[in-house]
């Protein structure tokens, strides 16, 4: 039983995801409930209801203690974790045991990662993002929220799933022959056409990069492009699987199959299912106003008695749009991580093109828009109001004084000039000038009370209007008409296909099996597995875990393969907990089993820095990994502080071993591996 809310202070509902058990506990609770019309009221009222007391409570505690819960356990053993963003409350929930506290943080954070990826700096104004998040218009909303849930549902998908999101690092397929020929194909003939066609509507093509399902065959960036993070990438990655679900045991493609889809893209069709039965009449109802579900699980859930004729041919023609495609050479909107010699910028608009090579593969492209230098202006805006702002909100004494304040002064040389520049092109700026002239006449004129207080409502005015203008710029509908046109992306998409028609097959089985645990026994009898992580480029190398019953592996099927999956599982958790408590390697005995984590240092040369203390986190701490906070990376400055002469990498090594081996021995093999892993790490990818 899972429940995902974001709400306001006033518990208005920004969105909400439940799966079907919690959904069918809000029924039963509010089942018999009716409006003044007789009518049922909508899931959303009910989700409202339902924590309306959670969120004023905790709106109070804020208000009048300056501080509030983070997460608490109820007579049912329902576990309740809050986080608090701005204005915004998040609260996931778990009723089954199925996940912990740490499970629920992550999930809220990653939540919030991708609302920055799509919306940009409009999250830094609550009362935009509200906005956003809740649209007026009752089809967009339901639209904004089905990809919304079918983000957060593949992202737990993967996570339960994949190894690479487990860890939260990106898995390369290993193949190094192969990859460098794919990079070289990107740089010399893919990126460099697509740059110097005159079909491009002003977009540069930044980074190219090929995914099997969930493994990177080859990724190449353009020589004036900054590095994508790997929080970014990951993201990327659930966004393709959400838009383009793979999955490695049905791709994996017979003969003549492959005979039928090599023009995957051009051929596809949606037929909508049939119209639920009586059985399923309520429960479809409440799916489709925001919780979306698949038919199995609406075909195994209790039973409602009553349909109305019209509501069901209503739920039809709902459906049929929930699952229209949208125009495939229409690109998404992303805002990511961008570093230049002018400094960081947390949140620069992109387009990304995704392009589905075949079933499981498939080709990535991400641009740089042609206005991208109004979000630097924006961004530097921001930054220099939002700073004042705390700087105000904080200070016990007087005025702030002038003179000294570089980014005030600089501030207001440059702020007219950006408004006077807007004034030429469509963008409505009224609002952006009238809170420019309020902070001007109270910040800088002799009669106003300069940087003092009272000025923080004029930032904060300010700041909403910075980010109003950003919404228009790079969100709103007429800011999209420019991009690389449908056949330039055609090219694209015939261009790799042709290069890797020969390889395809290997590709779908080489994703299973990237690498085995064959190949490492003979040396280290008794390792049943390990994962390797290289944080320093969020990349990880690991044995493929095969689950199913069409493949196996040197675990076996059944039962056996699944019980050391779990154990993989809880093995990381556990590292987690003992690293946020400032503990870099853990070794446990469990049952027939011996487990170990080592996290250590490097230079570049591979030379092991010596060991330091590092912080331990507090509880209420962002969870750690790479992808929704990228821990690591603060991590890396962190001992990069006594290593400033030399570039410092961070490595992990989890490792499973028979409960036979002796201790002394699952160390040594654990040193070996580490540098035996070492120099396949150093396959290139950019």
């Not at 196996?552 to 987690?576: D, F, M, N, Q």
Request: aromatic residues 10%; contains cysteine; glycine residues 4%.
């Amino acid at each position: 039983m899972k429940c995902l809310l974001v709400a306001s202070e006033s518990a208005e509902v920004l969105f909400y995801w439940t799966d079907n058990e919690f959904l069918l506990r809000v029924q039963e609770q509010y089942g018999t409930a009716r409006d003044e019309d007789g009518r049922p009221p909508a899931f959303e009222d009910r989700i409202n209801t339902l924590f309306a007391p959670i969120i004023i409570s905790c709106s109070t505690l804020v208000d009048r203690l300056g501080d509030s819960y983070t997460a608490f356990s109820t007579e049912n053993n329902d576990t309740y974790v809050l986080h608090q963003f701005e204005e915004c409350l998040y609260i996931a929930v778990n009723g089954d045991g199925e996940e912990s506290e740490d499970d629920l943080k992550r999930k809220i954070y990653v939540m919030k990662k991708f609302t920055d990826v799509l919306f940009g700096m409009v999250t830094l104004s609550s009362a935009l993002l509200r906005k956003e998040l809740r649209p007026q218009d009752t089809e967009q909303r339901r639209v904004l929220w089905l990809r919304l849930q079918g983000l957060l549902e593949t992202y737990s998908r993967l996570r339960e799933q994949d190894q690479s999101f487990l860890v939260e690092a990106v898995e390369r397929l290993i193949h190094p022959t192969l990859c460098e020929q794919c990079i070289e194909f990107l740089e010399r003939r893919l990126v460099q056409q697509l740059n110097s066609s005159s079909e491009r509507a002003g977009e540069e093509v930044q980074h190219a990069f090929i995914l099997v399902h969930t493994k990177l065959l080859a990724f190449y960036s353009s020589r004036n492009a900054s590095t994508l993070s790997a929080s970014d990438l990951l993201t990327l990655m659930v966004m393709v699987q959400h838009s383009h679900p793979s999955n490695p045991e049905i791709d994996e493609t017979s003969p003549e199959h492959v005979q039928h889809d090599t023009t995957v893209g051009s051929e596809l069709f949606y037929t909508p299912e049939p119209s639920p039965t009586d059985n399923q009449a309520e429960l479809s109802r409440v799916s489709i106003e925001g919780s979306p579900m698949s038919r199995a699980s609406v075909e195994g859930s209790p039973m409602f008695q009553f349909v109305d004729p019209d509501i069901q041919m209503a739920e039809d023609s709902l459906q049929t749009l929930q699952m229209s495609p949208p125009d495939p050479a229409t690109p998404t909107r992303v805002f990511l991580e961008t570093t230049l010699k002018e400094g960081f910028y947390p949140m620069m608009p992109h387009s990304m093109y995704t392009l589905p090579l075949w079933p499981g593969i498939t080709l990535v492209l991400l641009t740089k828009i042609p206005s991208s230098h109004m979000a630097m202006s924006i961004y530097h805006f921001l930054e220099t109001v939002t700073k004042l702002e705390k700087r105000l909100s904080d200070s016990k004494e007087g005025p702030v004084p002038l003179r000294g304040h570089a980014p005030i002064q600089e501030l207001r040389s440059k702020m007219d000039k950006f408004i006077k520049a807007l004034g030429n092109s469509e963008i409505q700026t009224s609002l952006l000038q009238n809170a420019w002239v309020e902070f001007k006449n109270r910040a800088f004129s002799r009669g106003g009370p300069g940087l003092s207080r009272e000025l923080v409502s004029s930032c904060k005015k300010l700041r909403t209007q910075l980010c109003g203008v950003f919404r228009q710029c790079f969100l709103s509908e007429g800011c999209r008409t420019q991009r690389l046109s449908p056949s330039l992306q055609d090219r694209a998409l015939t261009m790799v296909q042709d290069k890797l028609m020969d390889w395809k097959e290997f590709l779908l089985v080489k994703s299973k099996r990237n690498i085995t645990m064959v190949s490492y026994l003979e040396e280290f009898p008794g390792l049943i597995h390990f994962i390797y992580v290289d944080r320093a480029v969020g990349q990880m190398i690991a044995p493929s875990l095969n689950m199913s019953e069409r493949a196996s592996s040197e675990l076996g099927k059944g039962p056996l393969a699944h019980y050391i999956k779990s154990k993989v599982w809880s093995l990381v958790g556990t590292a987690r907990r003992y690293l946020q408590k400032g503990y870099t390697t853990v070794t446990q005995r469990d049952g027939d089993y011996y487990f170990c984590y080592f996290l250590w240092f490097e230079n570049e040369t591979g030379y092991k820095l010596e060991v330091v203390d590092i912080p331990s986190l507090p509880d209420d701490s962002a969870p750690i990994g790479m992808l929704a906070w990228d821990y690591y990376r603060k991590l890396l400055r962190y001992y990069s502080k006594t290593h400033s002469s030399e570039v410092v990498k961070c490595y992990e090594l989890l490792t499973v071993h028979l409960g036979v081996i002796p201790s002394d021995y699952v160390l040594q093999h654990c040193s070996q591996l580490a540098r035996k892993l070492w120099e396949p790490s150093r396959i290139p990818l950019l």
